[in-house]
């Protein structure tokens, strides 16, 4: 027994925001040989996650500790490897530094690169403040690689696949959905995400108040809260569920079909992923980071350009003139593309870089 505990590892996660998706990565993780140290900042308001933690999983609030506190907090820990999300929080960076030389030190981040006057200054200087307290790069996809190069990492120090949906669970509402899905499809769009206007939700609603009696039997549901909450517009067909936890789901998968992710800005988009692996055609901007992976114009969904209530619109037109059985096949693709990134392959992937 003894001789089986040296073996185990210690990663120690560094968290600003943490998400549903990340507790699902997680519980993967815990059942490799690891002990889990999380670190974490109060939940967010616009994204009111419960999270229920194992065991296994130590968590312990950021906001509890000063920076020495903290460093010697991770100093007993003696960890193998240290994940943190981004560069913002300057006590982390503290303990990143004291690490750099000892074990792997993982950055993630899912900014991607647009070549803008502030970004181009932004990047130089982080080559030099931000790059030196880490040794690989974790970021989401291709989308994400332009930027990581520009910090000044190297190619065999950047590793994608940093945010994985929860695919079990979402893989499993299209398994009990799929039969009835397939003889009697909801014609109902669905929008899962923040209230706020860079989400696109105003021309979204906007768009669908439009199709008037063009909608025929089709609805927009809409789930979510934020900012914008209070703001939302009441239209004919159009519900909104306010925010509802990822395990609560299952009547909005089973009663919805086409998902719509209209965003002016998006570094990736979880929920994107989430709705291919339920097996939903997808509608979206390619401002989502996500779509370049996820969204194949034609075979699983389509793209509307960002901000533009008319190409909303004209798309809401096309998936009411789809057939059913052409939706479920789009659907079907969707599928097929999410198992592109998975929970089982995050925490293989953190794991085999604990073991180095």
Request: glycine letters at 6%.
């Amino acid at each position: 027994m003894a001789q089986e505990e040296t073996k185990r590892k210690h990663i120690v996660f560094l968290y600003t925001e943490l998400a549903a998706y990340t507790l699902a990565c997680l519980k993967k993780l815990e059942k490799k040989a690891v002990d889990i140290h999380v670190f974490r900042w109060p939940v967010n308001k616009e994204a009111p996650f419960d999270f229920n933690f194992s065991e296994k999983i130590k968590v312990y609030d950021r906001h509890d500790y000063s920076r020495n506190e903290l460093l010697d907090l991770v100093k007993n820990i003696q960890p193998d490897l240290i994940y943190c999300s981004g560069w913002i929080d300057k006590h982390y960076l503290t303990i990143c530094s004291f690490f750099k030389t000892k074990i792997p030190i993982i950055v993630g981040f899912d900014n991607q690169w647009k070549g803008s006057v502030k970004q181009v200054m932004a990047s130089f200087l982080n080559k030099i403040l931000v790059r030196k307290y880490f040794t690989h790069a974790w970021i989401p996809g291709d989308a994400q690689k332009k930027f990581a190069h520009k910090l000044g990492f190297k190619a065999h120090e950047i590793i994608t696949g940093v945010y994985s949906a929860d695919t079990d669970l979402f893989e499993s509402y299209y398994l009990q959905n799929k039969t009835e899905k397939e003889q009697n499809l909801p014609h109902r769009f669905i929008y899962m995400g923040r209230y706020v206007e860079w989400k696109g939700i105003n021309e979204l609603w906007e768009a669908f108040k439009l199709l008037g009696e063009e909608r025929k039997d089709w609805e927009l549901w809409c789930v979510g809260t934020g900012e914008m909450y209070e703001n939302r517009l009441e239209i004919p067909g159009l519900v909104h569920k306010g925010f509802i936890q990822p395990d609560e789901l299952k009547e909005i998968m089973t009663t919805t079909s086409v998902f719509i992710l209209p965003s002016k800005f998006e570094p990736w988009g979880v929920a994107l992923h989430e709705f291919a692996a339920a097996g939903f055609p997808l509608i979206c901007t390619s401002e989502v980071g996500a779509s370049s992976a996820f969204l194949n114009e034609g075979e699983n969904g389509w793209y509307i350009k960002s901000g533009d209530v008319n190409s909303i619109y004209d798309t809401f037109k096309k998936v009411i003139a789809t057939s059913d059985e052409d939706l479920v096949k789009f659907g079907k693709r969707s599928r097929e593309l999410a198992k592109l990134c998975t929970t089982d392959m995050w925490a293989e992937t953190i794991f085999n870089l604990c073991a180095e």
